[in-house]
């Protein structure tokens, strides 16, 4: 029974979730803007967690509490933007600061049969956990905030046969702008995510220097991001704004630089240099090796003599 009071709450409607909300029923049954300074019911319960099969982007205001994000607290006061895909789980703290804001929810239904809902998925901030929300600042709060008062103002307005595909046009331009704005927020962090570069370069050290590699194979973007304390897409995303290369890349470029130290310095056979870093085959090894520096480890270790 005990374990049972532990499962989160599962909503696969909004209209499910406003009345959980104690708020009227939501003027479109797959869109809704929630105002959190409506939200009058006791949410303590919903504190054990929730499961929702829709989208949600939430901005969070008026923070009158510092809220910490990893070890670092917000770059700005004027609050932020978290975003959730269908069937994550939504973890509630009741020790987090207090806030204003809002929260958009639309159903994969509402964009299915338009070009948003097959590019969703190019948004990988939906991936991110909340700790690596998008912090605002004062413009980029202006622009987000005029945003969802367009799409109240559509949600208020006589239906006709432009309405859904206007407010889908809203949707992706708040998406949009989020995509940039990550593009800023990769930069003014830029000692810490450098920090998280080196923090990975040296996890991959440790991997390949040791025998971790013959032990456990090549590592894997989702046992490091986990490592480090970040989502996976959070971790490729900030890579890849600070190198160009996304996690995978790193694994390989480390990878390869392994070999071709072992290649030069040993007389390790191909195959044994391949277990070594991890390959279960050796023809997938050359066959990384060869992508990577056009040339088979043969011939790499034949120009060294």
Do not use: C, W
């Not at 600070?242 to 030069?264: V, Y």
């Amino acid at each position: 029974m005990e374990s049972a009071s532990k499962q989160p709450y599962i909503f696969n409607s909004i209209s499910e979730l406003h009345r959980a909300l104690g708020l009227p029923k939501p003027l479109h049954p797959l869109v809704s803007l929630v105002d959190y300074a409506n939200i009058k019911t006791d949410t303590t319960a919903l504190s054990k967690g929730m499961v929702l099969n829709f989208y949600k982007v939430s901005f969070k205001k008026n923070f009158t509490g510092k809220v910490k994000y990893g070890q670092n607290y917000y770059d700005f006061d004027e609050g932020g933007l978290s975003f959730v895909s269908p069937n994550q789980l939504i973890s509630a703290n009741e020790k987090e600061a207090d806030y204003g804001g809002y929260t958009l929810l639309f159903h994969p239904d509402f964009i299915r049969n338009f070009p948003l809902g097959k590019n969703i998925k190019n948004y990988g901030f939906f991936s991110y956990s909340v700790a690596e929300a998008l912090y605002l600042s004062e413009k980029e709060k202006e622009i987000i905030v005029g945003i969802f008062r367009n799409i109240q103002h559509e949600l208020e307005s006589a239906i006709d046969h432009f309405s859904q595909e206007v407010m889908i046009s809203h949707i992706e331009l708040l998406l949009n702008y989020s995509k940039r704005f990550y593009s800023r927020q990769f930069i003014t962090r830029k000692v810490a995510n450098n920090d998280l570069l080196t923090n990975l370069e040296s996890l991959l050290s440790e991997h390949f220097d040791s025998d971790k590699a013959l032990t456990k194979g090549l590592p894997t973007v989702q046992e490091l991001s986990a490592q480090l304390n970040v989502t996976p897409h959070y971790l490729s995303d900030m890579l890849r704004s600070l190198t160009g290369q996304n996690t995978q890349q790193h694994i390989h470029n480390k990878l390869i630089e392994k070999a071709k130290e072992i290649l030069s310095t040993t007389n390790l056979t191909v195959a044994e240099i391949a277990y070594q870093l991890g390959f279960e085959h050796p023809q997938s090894f050359n066959k990384i090796f060869k992508r990577k520096t056009k040339m088979s480890p043969v011939e790499f270790r034949e120009s060294f003599n």
